[in-house]
């Protein structure tokens, strides 16, 4: 038996496409760092980033990054957490 490939998911309707890049700010912190999540090709797949402001800029310059608002996954997801989380306590 010969495998098929799997149908393409409803939900995507473009293909991957790895020269985008896509940031979310979560939080411009008093000390002058902003932590934010930055994604590449799938804003629905990130990784928990902290820059200072300056760098943040240059960051997000170099990768011309596209800015997005709101949740990067569905509302209400039990399994969802965030590293900071993780001690219990965020870190300030």
């Given at each position: 038996?010969?495998?098929?490939?799997?149908?393409?998911?409803?939900?995507?309707?473009?293909?991957?496409?790895?020269?985008?890049?896509?940031?979310?700010?979560r939080e411009v912190r008093p000390d002058g760092f902003i932590e934010f999540d930055f994604?590449?090709?799938?804003?629905?797949?990130?990784?928990?980033?902290?820059?200072?402001?300056?760098?943040?800029?240059?960051?997000?310059?170099?990768?011309?990054?596209?800015?997005?608002?709101?949740?990067?996954?569905?509302?209400?997801?039990?399994?969802?957490?965030?590293?900071?989380?993780?001690?219990?306590?965020?870190?300030?």
């Amino acid at each position: 038996m010969t495998p098929q490939p799997a149908a393409p998911s409803a939900a995507r309707e473009a293909p991957f496409d790895p020269a985008k890049r896509f940031v979310r700010v979560r939080e411009v912190r008093p000390d002058g760092f902003i932590e934010f999540d930055f994604a590449i090709g799938e804003p629905e797949i990130f990784v928990e980033m902290m820059l200072r402001a300056e760098a943040f800029d240059d960051f997000c310059e170099a990768q011309r990054a596209v800015f997005m608002t709101g949740r990067a996954s569905l509302a209400g997801n039990d399994t969802e957490w965030r590293l900071s989380q993780t001690s219990g306590r965020q870190f300030k």
